[in-house]
Every structure is written in structure tokens, then in C-alpha cells.
């Protein structure tokens, strides 16, 4: 049953390579990026074989591998993967779920994933290989390794089968995956920049210290103090690493059996009330197209992925910055107009969200200034508590209310720019994005560079026009605080006549290329 299982997989594998060249070309670059990551991973492990410097080593070892054996449990579950090999496509074959659940564990051991690690933990028997002891005990670790992170990994993913089967609860998850790759980002600036010759080691060693007691990276550990002579906790560790393998295994089968008798879950259908925003805004072209743009920001996920990375780009910049020895009081002005530069860039591609839905403004003969003003409503009532709230926050954490005009003229400045350059560039410019209901990460090859070209002009364009305000408020800081009143007139007036240019000019082209923008729709 086992090879049939295995067999399975293997055909599973071969399939992939049945699809269209550019496809096929597209997997053998990956697969080959994985594998030779690997080999490189292993030919540095073999050299530390002739390093004298152990306990380096072993914490090292200990805190990547934890990484490792954490990412096989986590990512999966995060981020989804399409299970192949779910349980649940067995039921009806009356396999003893032992016999079953052994099997399914083993055809993980197949695949590019499994194979790069299998490598990888094999050249560490080499690392460890200073005597019989340190030998076998290294390729007893790196069998619990690997029989752990496969174990880890099927878990998760059935896990992920069951509880992750509707597309909100993945979209969720998925978010929730880049908002922690997001946030692990300020962690790896400051492992960089960290004096690794003085407290940089000091932090390894305590790091690996903890973990080399916890089920992450108690195999990692056994063979590293075995080789420093510390038999005692290799041996304590070896049973933690077991009791591990044994614990993953136990659950493994708890839940193949469980799925064995678990149909796939429905999704129940959300029974809405009324009309929603339709029914609390004007009965007009403008209200009506509000309302649907407050309707998507709520609902479509392609919307609100990328909303929730707004609160969070600020933090990304002030980690290194504040890693940098910025003063605080500095950084406390920064992340209301980081947050209204994307939030107004945002909208810079809002006509092709719509798909082929374009065609209810084309053939109603929607005009082109309704249509770009009731785009816009949801930003500006966003943006008005950001602007407000936020710089009244940020001000008092700076400790001076004076900097209040400058840093509502910056931030009203940016928003209204962004979005004067959205409203021109989402008609004349729109370039293929995810379809309506598909997962938001999953982002269409635009043609050539013009998806970028468009980015970086909306992004900067806006900064651009809002530098006049910008360097006022930066002279209200450091020169004379008259500068303030200043930035907060630059800001205003130059956002004001860019959103109405933008407006004017986007009403236009819209007006003119409502049969090229549903033409492109359809192409999309």
C-alpha cells in the first residue's frame, strides 16, 4: 500500500510537467533555484566540518533550524497549500488508517521541499562528524529532523484543509502571512546591523540556549553538544526530539482518522439585509458609484489586502530608522504622511478592479466626473480620522503643537496629490490586476513595464507636487516655526488644485475611452 501511495505522488510530480513550455520552463527554474540553494546550504555545512569553533556552530544550527522546523508547521497553514494528498480522497478505499496515515507521511518524502532538507540535514552528519558518538548521534538528529518537519508539515496542511475551506477564511490567512513577513522585516534590518563581534553572539547563544530545550530545536542541538562534550543535555534532547516525532506522529493519526469521517465544510451563505451603503448615501451617480466603492472596500479582498498594509508600511520604516539613532520625536511625524502617500496611491488602478462590471458605466452613459468623484469618496472619508486623529497624536508624542499646520498640510497634500494622480491614471492607464473572487495575491503579469511605469508616477508624482509643503515644514522644524502656517497653505492649495485637475482630467478620458477601457477589461 505504501508504494502504491508513493507511486501515486510520483505521477502526482510527473503531471506537472505536462503543461505548456513556458510553464514547464517556469517549474525547472524553480525547482532548480530550491535545489541548488540546498547543495550550496550543504557544501557550507560540510566546511564547517574543519571549523574548531563548536559552540558557533551549534548555535547557529540550532536557531536555523528552529526557523525550519517552525516554518514547515506555520507556512502551510498561513498561506494555504493545495493538498494532493488530503485523507479525505482515500475514504472510500477502506485502508487501516495506520496503514494509511504511514503511508501519506512517506509520499511526503517526495518533493523538492522534503528533498532540500533531507540534503541539508545529511551534510550536517558530516559537520558533526568529530567521532563515533557525535556520528551516530548526528544521523539519528537528522532523521528526527526530517521525519518531524514532513510529520509538521502534513499536520498543518490538513489542518488548513479543514478549517481554511472557504475563500474568506484563506484570504484571511493569507493577509495575516505577509502582515507577519512584513513585520519579521525590522527584525532582519536589525540582525544586520547588529555588532555581531560584541552582543550579536551574546544574543545567538541565549537564543539557542532557550530553543535548544523546546521541541524547535532540540534535534538541531544533540549532535552540536555531544561535540562540546556535553553528553548529558545531547541525550536529555535526543528524548525531547523523540517525544516530538512520537507526539507529531500521535496527531497525525488523531486527525487522519478524524478527516477519514469529516465531509468537506460548507460554506454557509451571509444573508444580507437591505441595500447597505445604497441605502444610506444619495440616489445619485455620484452616491450610487460611492456606495459601490464603500461595498468593495468592505468586501473584496483584492481592496482590503492591501488597506491593511497601510498602518503597517510606517512601522516597517521607523524600525530601521530607529535603529539608525533617528531621535523618536522625529519619527513620531512620519507615519501619517507614509499612510496618506499609499493611501492616495491606492486608487491609481481603481478602473480595472472592476472587470468587465465596466460595461454598467459604459453602456448607461455615465458621466465621467461622476464616476471619478464617487471613486474617491471612500479614500477622502478614510483619509479625513487619519489626517485629523493622527497628526493631533503624532504632534503631542513630538512635543511641540506648533508642527500641527505643517504636518496637516503635508499629509492633506499628499493624499489629495495621490489621488488627483489616480483619478487621471485608473482611466487612461489601467493594466490587468486579479479578477474579482481570486485570491488577492495572485497578481497577472502585466505587459512589459507598464504596470511599474504607472506605479512609480503615481507614487512619486505625488510626492513631487507635495514638496513645496515638505520643505516648509521641514524649515518650520529646524529653521523658524513661521514655516508652519506656510506648509499647511502649500499643502492645501497645491492638493486642492491637483485632486481638481486630476478630477478634470481622468472625467475626460474616461468620457472618451469607455470602449477601450471595457476592451481592455475583457482582455485582462
Not at 511526503?108 to 551516530?136: F, Q
Not at 502617500?341 to 468587465?356: K, P, R
Not at 522644524?477 to 497653505?489: E, H, M, T, Y
Not at 492645501?492 to 475626460?508: F, S
Request: charged share 10%; proline share 5%.
Amino acid at each position: 500500500m505504501v508504494a502504491q501511495l508513493l507511486g501515486l505522488k510520483l505521477r502526482l510530480i510527473a503531471n506537472i510537467f505536462r503543461r505548456s513550455p513556458w510553464q514547464i520552463v517556469g517549474i525547472v527554474v524553480g525547482l532548480a533555484y530550491g535545489l541548488g540553494a540546498a547543495v550550496a546550504l550543504a557544501i557550507l555545512l560540510v566546511s564547517l566540518r574543519f571549523s574548531g569553533d563548536l559552540a558557533l556552530i551549534r548555535d547557529g544550527l540550532i536557531v536555523g533550524g528552529s526557523l525550519v522546523v517552525a516554518g514547515s508547521l506555520v507556512l502551510p497553514l498561513i498561506f494555504g497549500v493545495d493538498d494532493t494528498m488530503d485523507p479525505r480522497k482515500f475514504a472510500l478505499f477502506a485502508m487501516p488508517t495506520r496503514t494509511l496515515s504511514f503511508g501519506l507521511a512517506v509520499s511526503g518524502l517526495i518533493g523538492v521541499p522534503a528533498v532540500a532538507l533531507t540534503v541539508v540535514t545529511l551534510s550536517t552528519v558530516v559537520t558533526w562528524s568529530r567521532g563515533i558518538g557525535e556520528t551516530v548521534l548526528a544521523i539519528i538528529s537528522a532523521a528526527l529532523i526530517v521525519a518531524t518537519c514532513i510529520l509538521a508539515s502534513r499536520v498543518s496542511t490538513s489542518i488548513g484543509a479543514l478549517l481554511l475551506s472557504s475563500r474568506r477564511s484563506r484570504e484571511f490567512s493569507g493577509v495575516f502571512g505577509v502582515l507577519l513577513v512584513l513585520l519579521i522585516s525590522p527584525v532582519v534590518v536589525l540582525l544586520v546591523s547588529m555588532d555581531w563581534g560584541t552582543s550579536g553572539l551574546r544574543v545567538l547563544s541565549e537564543f539557542a540556549g532557550i530553543l535548544g530545550w523546546t521541541p524547535l530545536g532540540a534535534a538541531w542541538a544533540v549532535p552540536g553538544d555531544a561535540a562540546t562534550g556535553l553528553w548529558g543535555s545531547a541525550l536529555l534532547k535526543l528524548v525531547i526530539a523523540g517525544g516530538t516525532l512520537g507526539g507529531a506522529w500521535f496527531v497525525w493519526q488523531r486527525l487522519v482518522a478524524r478527516m477519514l469521517v469529516t465531509p468537506g465544510r460548507e460554506v454557509a451563505a451571509k444573508q444580507y439585509g437591505g441595500l447597505g451603503w445604497f441605502d444610506r448615501l444619495p440616489h445619485t451617480p455620484v452616491g450610487v458609484i460611492a456606495a459601490r466603492s464603500f461595498t468593495y472596500w468592505g468586501r473584496d479582498s483584492r481592496y482590503w489586502a492591501s488597506l491593511i498594509m497601510i498602518p503597517v508600511i510606517p512601522f516597517i520604516v521607523l524600525v530601521p530608522l530607529s535603529i539608525a539613532t533617528v531621535p523618536v520625536h522625529y519619527l513620531a511625524l512620519l507615519p501619517v504622511p507614509l499612510m496618506c502617500i499609499f493611501l492616495g496611491w491606492a486608487l491609481h488602478n481603481d478602473v480595472a478592479y472592476d472587470s468587465t462590471a465596466i460595461w454598467l458605466h459604459v453602456v448607461s452613459g455615465t458621466r465621467g466626473v461622476a464616476d471619478r468623484i464617487g471613486r474617491l469618496v471612500p479614500a477622502i472619508v478614510t483619509g479625513i480620522p487619519v489626517i485629523g486623529l493622527g497628526s493631533a497624536l503624532s504632534v503631542a508624542v513630538y512635543g511641540s503643537w506648533a508642527q500641527l499646520p505643517a504636518l496637516l498640510g503635508v499629509s492633506t497634500c499628499l493624499l489629495l496629490t495621490g489621488l488627483g494622480f489616480a483619478s487621471f491614471t485608473s482611466a487612461r492607464f489601467p493594466y490587468p490586476v486579479t479578477r474579482p473572487g481570486d485570491s488577492p495575491f495572485a497578481q497577472p503579469q502585466a505587459s512589459g513595464t507598464a504596470s511599474a511605469l504607472i506605479q512609480s508616477l503615481t507614487l512619486f508624482g505625488s510626492v513631487l507636487l507635495s514638496s513645496p509643503a515638505i520643505i516648509a515644514a521641514v524649515l518650520g522644524i529646524f529653521v523658524d516655526p513661521s514655516w508652519n502656517r506656510l506648509a499647511l497653505i502649500f499643502g492645501v492649495g497645491v492638493g486642492v488644485v491637483v485632486l481638481v485637475g486630476g478630477v478634470w482630467l481622468g472625467a475626460r478620458t474616461f468620457d472618451r475611452r469607455g470602449p477601450e477601457m471595457l476592451a481592455s477589461a475583457l482582455r485582462a
